[in-house]
């Protein structure tokens, strides 16, 4: 069957319409690659291809959500396990010292440090699927990109903080619409942009 192409406003708000499909689509992904590698394992193959996908939407290349995910998340399985695997597990490490500084004169600024590495980290795996780079200088580069414009890097932070505090509120059922892929869209814009000469 042809595809139907249609242009001016119409097109662009048609383009729009779509990422509500595409998100839920991507998090159903996710939530499989990540049942498929036992959870542990499959955490940062999934977390990967989830965002290797977006970049694909965002840059325009019409990828197949479906094959292309698969296709990522087998040549990342071992691969993204220390780039992205490691620092993704020091979120316990992180909410453990939130934890227990809790009614200690340390707890905003563990507070102020947790949301400062959680931002940081959001940005990681769109600068592994922007970038081919060694393990420890992805690290740095999400380092300094992130925080070359802090910014959008906070405003990304604070607006994922919101809606997820807003949909636990209001309506629990939307955030398996919402998350992990609207967080990762808002990384790899504000990712693509920080790379941008």
Same mark, same amino acid.
């Given at each position: 069957?042809?595809?139907?192409? /249609?242009?001016?406003?119409?097109?662009?708000?048609?383009g729009?319409? $779509?990422? &509500?499909?595409? %998100?839920?689509?991507?998090?159903?992904? =996710? +939530?499989?690659?990540?049942?498929?590698?036992?959870? %542990?394992?499959?955490?940062?193959?999934?977390?990967?291809?989830?965002?290797? #996908?977006?970049?694909?939407? #965002?840059?325009?290349?019409?990828?197949?959500?479906?094959? $292309?995910?698969?296709?990522?998340?087998?040549?990342?399985?071992?691969?993204?396990?220390?780039?992205?695997?490691? &620092?993704?597990?020091?979120? =316990?490490?992180?909410v453990?010292?939130?934890?227990?500084?809790?009614? @200690?004169?340390?707890? =905003?600024?563990?507070? #102020?440090?947790?949301a400062?590495?959680?931002? @940081?980290?959001?940005?990681?795996?769109?600068?592994? *699927?922007?970038? $081919?780079?060694p #393990?420890?200088?992805?690290?740095?580069?999400?380092?300094? /990109?992130?925080w070359?414009? &802090? %910014?959008? @890097?906070?405003?990304?932070?604070?607006?994922?903080?919101?809606?997820?505090?807003?949909?636990?509120?209001?309506?629990? *059922?939307?955030?398996? +619409?919402l998350?992990?892929?609207?967080?990762?869209?808002?990384?790899?814009l504000?990712?693509?942009?920080?790379?941008?000469?």
């Amino acid at each position: 069957m042809a595809e139907v192409r /249609v242009g001016g406003r119409y097109g662009r708000l048609y383009g729009w319409l $779509d990422w &509500p499909a595409r %998100l839920a689509g991507l998090n159903l992904l =996710w +939530l499989l690659g990540v049942l498929a590698g036992l959870v %542990l394992f499959g955490l940062a193959p999934a977390t990967a291809a989830l965002y290797a #996908v977006l970049r694909g939407y #965002v840059l325009d290349r019409s990828p197949r959500m479906w094959r $292309d995910f698969w296709a990522v998340w087998r040549a990342s399985l071992v691969s993204s396990q220390p780039v992205l695997g490691l &620092p993704i597990l020091t979120v =316990w490490v992180v909410v453990f010292y939130l934890l227990l500084s809790r009614s @200690t004169p340390f707890a =905003w600024a563990m507070a #102020v440090v947790a949301a400062g590495y959680l931002a @940081t980290l959001l940005q990681l795996p769109a600068v592994v *699927a922007h970038l $081919d780079l060694p #393990v420890v200088r992805s690290w740095q580069v999400t380092a300094e /990109v992130a925080w070359r414009r &802090p %910014l959008p @890097t906070l405003g990304v932070a604070v607006l994922v903080a919101g809606l997820a505090a807003g949909a636990w509120s209001t309506t629990p *059922a939307a955030l398996p +619409l919402l998350f992990p892929a609207l967080p990762a869209l808002l990384a790899t814009l504000t990712v693509q942009r920080g790379l941008s000469p």
